[in-house]
Protein backbone atom coordinates (compact mmCIF):
# COMPACT_ATOMS: atom_id res chain seq x y z
CA UNK A 1 0.00 0.00 0.00
CA UNK A 2 1.36 3.76 -0.97
CA UNK A 3 2.47 6.01 1.54
CA UNK A 4 -0.54 7.85 3.12
CA UNK A 5 0.49 11.57 2.22
CA UNK A 6 -2.87 13.41 2.56
CA UNK A 7 -5.17 13.34 5.78
CA UNK A 8 -5.85 16.04 7.24
CA UNK A 9 -7.46 19.63 5.75
CA UNK A 10 -5.65 22.34 8.03
CA UNK A 11 -2.72 22.88 10.31
CA UNK A 12 -4.23 24.39 13.17
CA UNK A 13 -1.02 25.84 13.71
CA UNK A 14 -0.73 28.13 10.93
CA UNK A 15 -4.24 29.14 11.57
CA UNK A 16 -4.30 33.00 12.99
CA UNK A 17 -3.12 33.41 16.30
CA UNK A 18 -6.59 33.33 18.39
CA UNK A 19 -7.65 31.06 21.55
CA UNK A 20 -7.60 27.67 20.72
CA UNK A 21 -8.89 24.67 23.43
CA UNK A 22 -6.91 22.26 24.47
CA UNK A 23 -6.37 18.99 22.34
CA UNK A 24 -8.44 16.09 23.11
CA UNK A 25 -7.92 12.82 23.85
CA UNK A 26 -8.03 11.70 20.48
CA UNK A 27 -5.02 11.60 18.42
CA UNK A 28 -5.73 14.26 16.12
CA UNK A 29 -4.52 13.79 12.04
CA UNK A 30 -4.49 17.56 10.93
CA UNK A 31 -2.04 18.88 9.08
CA UNK A 32 -1.70 17.84 5.75
CA UNK A 33 -4.17 18.63 2.83
CA UNK A 34 -6.74 16.28 2.19
CA UNK A 35 -6.41 14.50 -1.46
CA UNK A 36 -9.56 15.57 -3.35
CA UNK A 37 -9.49 12.74 -5.59
CA UNK A 38 -9.36 9.94 -2.76
CA UNK A 39 -12.44 12.35 -0.88
CA UNK A 40 -14.74 12.32 -4.23
CA UNK A 41 -14.04 8.51 -3.97
CA UNK A 42 -15.22 8.45 0.00
CA UNK A 43 -18.10 10.75 -0.74
CA UNK A 44 -19.23 8.57 -3.73
CA UNK A 45 -19.33 5.33 -1.09
CA UNK A 46 -21.21 7.43 1.71
CA UNK A 47 -23.68 8.62 -1.25
CA UNK A 48 -24.37 5.37 -2.67
CA UNK A 49 -23.85 2.76 0.06
CA UNK A 50 -25.42 4.81 2.97
CA UNK A 51 -27.80 6.79 1.49
CA UNK A 52 -30.04 4.92 -0.08
CA UNK A 53 -30.72 2.19 2.22
CA UNK A 54 -31.47 5.23 5.05
CA UNK A 55 -33.78 6.31 2.68
CA UNK A 56 -35.79 3.37 1.99
CA UNK A 57 -36.04 2.66 5.26
CA UNK A 58 -37.62 6.30 6.24
CA UNK A 59 -39.78 5.94 2.84
CA UNK A 60 -41.37 3.33 4.62
CA UNK A 61 -41.32 4.55 7.94
CA UNK A 62 -43.67 7.65 6.27
CA UNK A 63 -45.88 5.07 4.49
CA UNK A 64 -46.78 3.65 7.39
CA UNK A 65 -46.98 6.87 9.64
CA UNK A 66 -49.21 8.95 6.96
CA UNK A 67 -51.59 5.91 5.88
CA UNK A 68 -54.30 6.58 7.90
CA UNK A 69 -54.91 9.98 6.36
CA UNK A 70 -56.16 8.03 3.13
CA UNK A 71 -57.77 5.25 4.37
CA UNK A 72 -60.32 7.63 6.06
CA UNK A 73 -61.01 9.05 2.61
CA UNK A 74 -61.91 5.73 1.99
CA UNK A 75 -64.41 5.68 4.93
CA UNK A 76 -62.01 3.78 7.01
CA UNK A 77 -63.41 5.55 10.36
CA UNK A 78 -66.48 4.11 9.79
CA UNK A 79 -66.36 0.82 8.75
CA UNK A 80 -64.43 -0.07 11.86
CA UNK A 81 -66.94 2.01 14.09
CA UNK A 82 -65.09 5.13 15.39
CA UNK A 83 -67.22 7.97 16.53
CA UNK A 84 -66.64 11.86 16.95
CA UNK A 85 -63.37 12.54 17.62
CA UNK A 86 -61.57 9.23 18.29
CA UNK A 87 -60.17 9.31 14.62
CA UNK A 88 -58.47 12.27 15.58
CA UNK A 89 -57.72 10.77 19.12
CA UNK A 90 -55.84 8.04 17.13
CA UNK A 91 -53.92 10.83 14.89
CA UNK A 92 -53.20 12.05 18.31
CA UNK A 93 -52.09 9.15 20.23
CA UNK A 94 -49.02 8.48 18.11
CA UNK A 95 -47.52 11.82 19.20
CA UNK A 96 -47.32 10.76 22.22
CA UNK A 97 -44.20 7.84 22.38
CA UNK A 98 -42.88 9.30 19.79
CA UNK A 99 -41.75 12.17 21.83
CA UNK A 100 -41.49 10.75 24.65
CA UNK A 101 -39.28 7.75 23.51
CA UNK A 102 -37.41 9.39 20.91
CA UNK A 103 -34.37 10.78 23.28
CA UNK A 104 -34.11 7.16 25.64
CA UNK A 105 -33.71 5.38 22.17
CA UNK A 106 -31.30 7.78 20.70
CA UNK A 107 -28.72 7.49 23.69
CA UNK A 108 -29.09 3.83 22.58
CA UNK A 109 -28.14 5.30 18.98
CA UNK A 110 -24.44 7.09 20.46
CA UNK A 111 -24.26 3.64 22.72
CA UNK A 112 -24.53 0.64 20.15
CA UNK A 113 -24.50 2.74 16.56
CA UNK A 114 -27.60 3.81 14.49
CA UNK A 115 -26.70 1.25 12.24
CA UNK A 116 -27.72 -1.75 14.18
CA UNK A 117 -30.68 0.31 16.44
CA UNK A 118 -32.56 1.70 13.68
CA UNK A 119 -33.20 -1.49 11.51
CA UNK A 120 -34.32 -2.86 15.16
CA UNK A 121 -37.06 -0.18 15.16
CA UNK A 122 -37.62 -0.60 11.52
CA UNK A 123 -38.41 -4.28 12.41
CA UNK A 124 -40.79 -3.05 14.58
CA UNK A 125 -42.88 -0.41 12.78
CA UNK A 126 -43.00 -3.22 9.98
CA UNK A 127 -44.82 -5.15 12.08
CA UNK A 128 -46.83 -2.86 13.20
CA UNK A 129 -48.55 -1.48 9.78
CA UNK A 130 -49.33 -5.13 8.94
CA UNK A 131 -51.67 -5.39 12.37
CA UNK A 132 -53.51 -2.40 11.14
CA UNK A 133 -54.81 -3.97 8.18
CA UNK A 134 -56.96 -6.59 10.48
CA UNK A 135 -57.69 -4.26 13.37
CA UNK A 136 -60.97 -3.94 13.91
CA UNK A 137 -61.71 -1.89 16.60
CA UNK A 138 -60.56 1.40 18.48
CA UNK A 139 -59.00 -0.34 20.75
CA UNK A 140 -56.64 -2.51 18.49
CA UNK A 141 -55.74 0.40 15.83
CA UNK A 142 -54.94 2.54 19.77
CA UNK A 143 -52.39 -0.08 20.81
CA UNK A 144 -50.97 -0.34 17.35
CA UNK A 145 -50.58 3.28 17.02
CA UNK A 146 -49.01 3.71 20.44
CA UNK A 147 -46.00 0.93 19.34
CA UNK A 148 -46.27 2.33 16.36
CA UNK A 149 -45.03 5.85 17.81
CA UNK A 150 -42.30 3.86 19.72
CA UNK A 151 -40.72 2.03 16.90
CA UNK A 152 -40.76 5.21 15.11
CA UNK A 153 -39.50 7.66 17.27
CA UNK A 154 -35.65 7.86 16.52
CA UNK A 155 -35.65 7.46 13.21
CA UNK A 156 -35.18 10.75 12.21
CA UNK A 157 -33.14 12.21 14.61
CA UNK A 158 -30.98 9.15 15.22
CA UNK A 159 -30.29 9.12 10.98
CA UNK A 160 -29.53 12.59 11.11
CA UNK A 161 -26.94 12.12 14.37
CA UNK A 162 -25.38 9.08 11.94
CA UNK A 163 -24.89 11.33 9.34
CA UNK A 164 -23.07 13.57 10.97
CA UNK A 165 -20.63 11.20 12.12
CA UNK A 166 -19.75 10.73 8.35
CA UNK A 167 -20.15 14.19 6.61
CA UNK A 168 -18.81 17.57 7.38
CA UNK A 169 -21.26 20.54 8.45
CA UNK A 170 -21.61 21.72 4.72
CA UNK A 171 -22.43 18.73 3.15
CA UNK A 172 -25.04 17.56 6.13
CA UNK A 173 -28.05 19.39 4.90
CA UNK A 174 -28.24 18.04 1.30
CA UNK A 175 -27.86 14.73 2.50
CA UNK A 176 -30.48 14.99 5.34
CA UNK A 177 -32.92 16.49 2.75
CA UNK A 178 -32.36 13.61 0.61
CA UNK A 179 -32.98 11.52 3.10
CA UNK A 180 -36.29 13.59 3.92
CA UNK A 181 -37.36 13.46 1.11
CA UNK A 182 -38.42 10.04 1.52
CA UNK A 183 -40.88 11.36 3.89
CA UNK A 184 -42.33 14.20 1.49
CA UNK A 185 -42.67 11.58 -1.67
CA UNK A 186 -43.96 9.58 0.70
CA UNK A 187 -47.22 11.55 0.39
CA UNK A 188 -47.23 11.61 -3.65
CA UNK A 189 -46.78 7.27 -3.26
CA UNK A 190 -49.57 6.63 -0.79
CA UNK A 191 -51.67 8.82 -2.66
CA UNK A 192 -50.65 7.00 -5.75
CA UNK A 193 -51.40 3.69 -4.05
CA UNK A 194 -54.74 4.56 -2.95
CA UNK A 195 -55.79 6.01 -5.71
CA UNK A 196 -55.38 2.64 -6.87
CA UNK A 197 -56.32 0.40 -4.34
CA UNK A 198 -59.80 2.31 -3.75
CA UNK A 199 -60.38 0.72 -7.04
CA UNK A 200 -60.16 -2.71 -5.60
CA UNK A 201 -63.81 -3.83 -5.21
CA UNK A 202 -63.73 -7.63 -2.92
CA UNK A 203 -66.70 -9.04 -0.98
CA UNK A 204 -64.91 -9.81 2.09
CA UNK A 205 -62.40 -6.84 2.42
CA UNK A 206 -62.58 -3.07 2.20
CA UNK A 207 -59.88 -1.37 -0.10
CA UNK A 208 -59.13 0.46 2.94
CA UNK A 209 -56.91 -2.83 4.34
CA UNK A 210 -55.47 -3.36 0.54
CA UNK A 211 -54.04 0.06 1.61
CA UNK A 212 -51.97 -0.65 5.22
CA UNK A 213 -51.25 -4.39 3.62
CA UNK A 214 -49.75 -2.76 0.04
CA UNK A 215 -47.89 0.21 2.35
CA UNK A 216 -46.93 -1.88 4.85
CA UNK A 217 -45.06 -4.08 1.82
CA UNK A 218 -46.60 -7.30 3.93
CA UNK A 219 -42.73 -8.52 5.25
CA UNK A 220 -40.80 -6.71 2.88
CA UNK A 221 -40.12 -4.02 5.09
CA UNK A 222 -39.57 -6.51 7.89
CA UNK A 223 -37.00 -8.19 5.65
CA UNK A 224 -35.02 -4.92 5.08
CA UNK A 225 -35.03 -3.93 8.32
CA UNK A 226 -32.95 -7.40 8.42
CA UNK A 227 -30.45 -6.91 5.54
CA UNK A 228 -30.16 -2.89 6.93
CA UNK A 229 -28.75 -4.86 10.12
CA UNK A 230 -26.14 -6.07 8.62
CA UNK A 231 -25.28 -3.66 5.84
CA UNK A 232 -24.71 -0.80 7.42
CA UNK A 233 -21.69 0.61 8.73
CA UNK A 234 -20.69 1.19 12.45
CA UNK A 235 -18.68 4.02 11.62
CA UNK A 236 -16.13 4.51 8.85
CA UNK A 237 -12.86 3.10 11.04
CA UNK A 238 -14.45 -0.55 10.97
CA UNK A 239 -16.32 -0.34 7.25
CA UNK A 240 -15.62 -3.27 5.14
CA UNK A 241 -15.98 -1.12 1.74
CA UNK A 242 -13.07 1.84 2.60
CA UNK A 243 -9.72 1.53 2.29
CA UNK A 244 -6.84 2.33 4.98
CA UNK A 245 -5.79 5.54 2.96
CA UNK A 246 -9.91 6.49 2.78
CA UNK A 247 -10.69 5.30 6.42
CA UNK A 248 -7.46 7.99 7.75
CA UNK A 249 -9.18 10.95 5.49
CA UNK A 250 -13.15 9.88 6.71
CA UNK A 251 -11.43 10.75 10.42
CA UNK A 252 -9.71 13.60 8.93
CA UNK A 253 -12.38 15.28 7.29
CA UNK A 254 -15.03 14.49 10.87
CA UNK A 255 -12.29 16.26 13.45
CA UNK A 256 -11.92 19.08 10.72
CA UNK A 257 -15.43 19.91 10.02
CA UNK A 258 -17.68 18.05 12.45
CA UNK A 259 -17.02 16.97 15.71
CA UNK A 260 -13.96 17.54 18.41
CA UNK A 261 -13.26 13.98 19.02
CA UNK A 262 -14.41 11.06 17.17
CA UNK A 263 -16.15 7.66 18.89
CA UNK A 264 -16.44 9.48 22.30
CA UNK A 265 -17.65 7.48 25.24
CA UNK A 266 -21.10 8.64 26.02
CA UNK A 267 -21.22 10.83 29.55
CA UNK A 268 -25.33 11.32 29.92
CA UNK A 269 -24.52 14.62 32.39
CA UNK A 270 -22.19 16.33 29.92
CA UNK A 271 -24.62 15.34 26.82
CA UNK A 272 -27.58 17.36 28.38
CA UNK A 273 -25.27 20.27 28.90
CA UNK A 274 -25.88 22.25 26.08
CA UNK A 275 -29.10 23.32 27.43
CA UNK A 276 -27.22 25.16 30.10
CA UNK A 277 -27.41 27.65 27.36
CA UNK A 278 -29.98 29.96 26.26
CA UNK A 279 -29.60 29.43 22.59
CA UNK A 280 -30.54 25.83 22.47
CA UNK A 281 -33.87 26.79 24.76
CA UNK A 282 -34.51 29.30 21.70
CA UNK A 283 -33.76 26.21 19.35
CA UNK A 284 -36.76 24.42 21.31
CA UNK A 285 -39.43 26.77 20.87
CA UNK A 286 -37.88 26.76 16.71
CA UNK A 287 -38.91 23.22 16.65
CA UNK A 288 -42.22 23.07 19.26
CA UNK A 289 -43.12 26.38 16.41
CA UNK A 290 -41.82 24.42 13.03
CA UNK A 291 -43.71 21.47 14.04
CA UNK A 292 -47.33 22.34 14.14
CA UNK A 293 -47.69 23.45 10.07
CA UNK A 294 -45.51 20.06 9.26
CA UNK A 295 -47.77 18.16 11.12
CA UNK A 296 -50.74 19.55 9.85
CA UNK A 297 -49.43 19.17 6.19
CA UNK A 298 -48.31 15.62 6.63
CA UNK A 299 -51.65 13.93 8.42
CA UNK A 300 -54.51 16.05 6.79
CA UNK A 301 -53.21 17.07 3.71
CA UNK A 302 -55.94 14.44 2.22
CA UNK A 303 -58.60 16.30 4.28
CA UNK A 304 -57.26 19.49 3.10
CA UNK A 305 -57.58 18.39 -0.24
CA UNK A 306 -60.70 16.76 0.53
CA UNK A 307 -62.69 19.91 1.74
CA UNK A 308 -62.10 21.33 -2.23
CA UNK A 309 -65.24 18.64 -3.07
CA UNK A 310 -63.40 15.75 -4.46
CA UNK A 311 -64.48 12.74 -4.32
CA UNK A 312 -62.11 9.88 -2.38
CA UNK A 313 -60.29 8.95 -5.62
CA UNK A 314 -59.59 12.72 -7.13
CA UNK A 315 -58.79 13.90 -3.20
CA UNK A 316 -55.91 10.97 -3.27
CA UNK A 317 -55.01 11.66 -6.46
CA UNK A 318 -54.59 15.46 -6.35
CA UNK A 319 -52.44 15.06 -3.30
CA UNK A 320 -49.72 13.75 -5.30
CA UNK A 321 -48.98 16.83 -6.97
CA UNK A 322 -47.98 18.78 -4.36
CA UNK A 323 -46.23 16.40 -2.69
CA UNK A 324 -43.79 15.81 -5.87
CA UNK A 325 -43.73 19.61 -5.52
CA UNK A 326 -42.68 20.07 -2.34
CA UNK A 327 -39.84 16.98 -2.05
CA UNK A 328 -38.20 19.11 -5.11
CA UNK A 329 -38.78 22.31 -2.87
CA UNK A 330 -36.90 20.51 -0.38
CA UNK A 331 -34.25 19.40 -2.13
CA UNK A 332 -34.07 23.16 -3.47
CA UNK A 333 -33.23 24.93 -0.67
CA UNK A 334 -31.35 22.01 1.36
CA UNK A 335 -28.71 21.89 -1.66
CA UNK A 336 -28.42 25.54 -1.75
CA UNK A 337 -27.67 25.87 2.28
CA UNK A 338 -25.15 23.64 1.88
CA UNK A 339 -23.58 25.51 -1.33
CA UNK A 340 -23.83 28.66 0.05
CA UNK A 341 -22.77 27.26 3.99
CA UNK A 342 -26.02 29.21 4.70
CA UNK A 343 -29.00 28.18 7.34
CA UNK A 344 -31.26 30.96 8.64
CA UNK A 345 -32.16 32.37 5.50
CA UNK A 346 -32.98 29.08 3.60
CA UNK A 347 -35.05 28.31 6.47
CA UNK A 348 -36.99 31.32 6.53
CA UNK A 349 -38.02 31.47 2.58
CA UNK A 350 -39.91 28.17 3.50
CA UNK A 351 -41.53 29.22 6.11
CA UNK A 352 -42.84 32.21 4.68
CA UNK A 353 -44.12 30.60 1.57
CA UNK A 354 -46.24 27.49 4.27
CA UNK A 355 -47.39 30.76 5.95
CA UNK A 356 -48.75 32.57 2.82
CA UNK A 357 -50.57 28.74 2.17
CA UNK A 358 -52.69 28.33 5.09
CA UNK A 359 -53.75 31.90 5.23
CA UNK A 360 -54.69 31.92 2.13
CA UNK A 361 -56.67 28.72 2.50
CA UNK A 362 -58.34 30.14 5.60
CA UNK A 363 -59.79 33.04 3.81
CA UNK A 364 -61.37 31.85 1.18
CA UNK A 365 -63.76 29.63 0.49
CA UNK A 366 -62.46 26.54 -0.85
CA UNK A 367 -65.35 25.08 -3.00
CA UNK A 368 -66.13 28.48 -4.84
CA UNK A 369 -62.10 29.16 -5.20
CA UNK A 370 -61.08 25.62 -5.97
CA UNK A 371 -58.22 26.44 -8.21
CA UNK A 372 -57.04 28.89 -5.90
CA UNK A 373 -57.41 26.30 -3.15
CA UNK A 374 -55.72 24.19 -4.71
CA UNK A 375 -52.94 26.44 -5.51
CA UNK A 376 -52.25 26.79 -1.80
CA UNK A 377 -52.65 23.56 -1.47
CA UNK A 378 -49.18 23.35 -2.77
CA UNK A 379 -47.06 26.15 -0.85
CA UNK A 380 -47.95 24.19 2.02
CA UNK A 381 -46.26 21.16 0.59
CA UNK A 382 -43.31 23.60 -0.46
CA UNK A 383 -42.16 25.00 2.99
CA UNK A 384 -43.64 22.38 5.71
CA UNK A 385 -40.67 19.70 5.30
CA UNK A 386 -37.68 21.92 4.44
CA UNK A 387 -37.45 23.78 8.37
CA UNK A 388 -37.51 20.74 9.75
CA UNK A 389 -34.31 19.40 8.29
CA UNK A 390 -32.38 22.70 7.76
CA UNK A 391 -33.23 23.42 11.64
CA UNK A 392 -32.15 20.01 13.02
CA UNK A 393 -28.81 20.45 10.25
CA UNK A 394 -28.09 23.82 11.93
CA UNK A 395 -28.30 23.32 15.54
CA UNK A 396 -26.14 19.91 14.63
CA UNK A 397 -23.72 22.23 12.82
CA UNK A 398 -23.47 24.37 16.09
CA UNK A 399 -22.65 21.51 18.53
CA UNK A 400 -19.06 19.73 18.12
CA UNK A 401 -19.96 16.99 20.85
CA UNK A 402 -20.72 13.78 19.49
CA UNK A 403 -22.98 12.79 22.32
CA UNK A 404 -24.46 16.27 22.86
CA UNK A 405 -24.84 16.21 19.21
CA UNK A 406 -27.08 13.14 19.57
CA UNK A 407 -29.26 14.09 22.41
CA UNK A 408 -29.90 17.66 21.35
CA UNK A 409 -31.41 16.37 17.99
CA UNK A 410 -33.37 13.84 19.55
CA UNK A 411 -34.73 16.36 22.31
CA UNK A 412 -35.20 19.05 19.33
CA UNK A 413 -37.04 16.17 16.94
CA UNK A 414 -39.41 14.94 20.19
CA UNK A 415 -40.29 18.21 20.80
CA UNK A 416 -41.19 19.48 17.20
CA UNK A 417 -43.08 15.95 16.71
CA UNK A 418 -44.69 16.99 19.85
CA UNK A 419 -46.63 20.05 18.18
CA UNK A 420 -48.23 16.92 16.17
CA UNK A 421 -50.27 17.11 19.68
CA UNK A 422 -51.41 20.48 19.20
CA UNK A 423 -52.35 19.96 15.28
CA UNK A 424 -54.04 17.15 16.10
CA UNK A 425 -56.46 18.91 18.46
CA UNK A 426 -56.94 21.63 16.44
CA UNK A 427 -57.94 19.84 13.20
CA UNK A 428 -61.52 18.62 14.52
CA UNK A 429 -64.59 17.09 13.70
CA UNK A 430 -66.91 19.61 13.79
CA UNK A 431 -64.43 22.51 11.84
CA UNK A 432 -64.51 20.33 8.74
CA UNK A 433 -64.68 20.71 5.72
CA UNK A 434 -62.74 24.13 6.13
CA UNK A 435 -60.74 23.35 8.77
CA UNK A 436 -60.38 27.41 10.01
CA UNK A 437 -59.67 27.43 13.34
CA UNK A 438 -56.54 24.38 12.46
CA UNK A 439 -55.20 26.84 9.87
CA UNK A 440 -55.27 29.89 11.84
CA UNK A 441 -53.55 28.06 14.16
CA UNK A 442 -50.68 26.40 12.02
CA UNK A 443 -50.44 29.92 10.38
CA UNK A 444 -49.65 31.29 14.11
CA UNK A 445 -47.22 29.52 14.99
CA UNK A 446 -45.48 29.59 11.75
CA UNK A 447 -45.35 32.86 11.93
CA UNK A 448 -43.78 33.22 15.46
CA UNK A 449 -41.17 30.82 14.40
CA UNK A 450 -40.32 32.71 11.26
CA UNK A 451 -39.19 35.41 13.64
CA UNK A 452 -37.35 33.62 16.13
CA UNK A 453 -35.31 31.90 13.51
CA UNK A 454 -34.34 35.73 11.53
CA UNK A 455 -33.99 37.02 15.11
CA UNK A 456 -31.30 34.20 15.95
CA UNK A 457 -29.83 34.41 12.36
CA UNK A 458 -29.12 38.13 12.87
CA UNK A 459 -27.67 37.91 16.30
CA UNK A 460 -25.10 34.81 15.45
CA UNK A 461 -23.65 37.10 12.52
CA UNK A 462 -23.20 40.22 14.95
CA UNK A 463 -21.91 37.23 17.60
CA UNK A 464 -19.34 36.25 15.31
CA UNK A 465 -18.60 40.02 14.01
CA UNK A 466 -17.93 40.52 17.75
CA UNK A 467 -15.40 37.81 18.40
CA UNK A 468 -13.73 38.71 15.14
CA UNK A 469 -13.05 42.60 16.45
CA UNK A 470 -12.86 41.30 19.85
CA UNK A 471 -10.06 38.90 19.05
CA UNK A 472 -8.65 41.02 16.26
CA UNK A 473 -8.72 37.63 13.48
CA UNK A 474 -10.53 39.69 10.77
CA UNK A 475 -13.51 37.82 8.99
CA UNK A 476 -13.11 34.30 10.89
CA UNK A 477 -16.32 32.52 9.89
CA UNK A 478 -17.18 28.59 10.75
CA UNK A 479 -15.60 26.88 8.26
CA UNK A 480 -11.78 28.39 9.49
CA UNK A 481 -11.58 26.92 12.53
CA UNK A 482 -11.46 23.51 12.87
CA UNK A 483 -13.94 21.53 14.93
CA UNK A 484 -11.40 19.26 16.87
CA UNK A 485 -10.53 22.63 18.52
CA UNK A 486 -13.46 23.51 19.96
CA UNK A 487 -13.97 21.41 23.09
CA UNK A 488 -16.45 23.63 25.05
CA UNK A 489 -18.30 24.04 21.53
CA UNK A 490 -19.60 27.97 21.59
CA UNK A 491 -17.83 28.66 24.87
CA UNK A 492 -14.35 28.31 22.66
CA UNK A 493 -13.02 31.56 22.41
CA UNK A 494 -12.33 30.42 18.54
CA UNK A 495 -16.14 28.89 18.02
CA UNK A 496 -17.59 30.99 15.49
CA UNK A 497 -21.59 29.84 14.85
CA UNK A 498 -22.25 28.48 11.53
CA UNK A 499 -26.00 30.61 10.75
Known amino acids: ?89 LVMIFYVPFCLFGTPISMLVKRYSAAR ?43 VYYLSTFYQRGELASRV ?61 TWWMLTEEEKAVARARILEDSSVTIDEKFNIRDAFRPFKDPLYWLWALISVSLGVPLASVNNFLPQIVNSLGYDKLKTNLY ?29 CIPLATTLIGFIVLGAIDPIAHRGVAYFACFLLTMGASAPSVLVATWYNNNTPQESRRAVVTAVMVALANSSGLI ?56 QDVPTEALGEGPKSPSFRYMY
Not at 18 to 26: I, L
Not at 122 to 144: E, N, R, V
Open 423 to 478: STNVFRAQDEPKYVPALATSAGFGGVCLLMVAGTGIWMRWENRRRNIEQGTGNMRA
Open 319 to 347: TVAPNVVGTVALLILTFSSDFFRERTIHI
Open 177 to 237: GAFYAAAAIAGAFSGLIAFGTFHIEHSKYHSWQFLFWIEGERGATVTFAIVAFFWLPRNSD
Open 1 to 89: MSDIKTIGAQDVEHLPTYPVDEKSDTERDTGREIDPQVQRSLLRKFDYAILPPLTLMYLANALDKGNVGNAKTDNWDTDIGLVGNQYYL
Open 117 to 159: VLPIMMFGFGSMSLFAGIAKTFGQIFAIRWFLGIFESAMLPGT
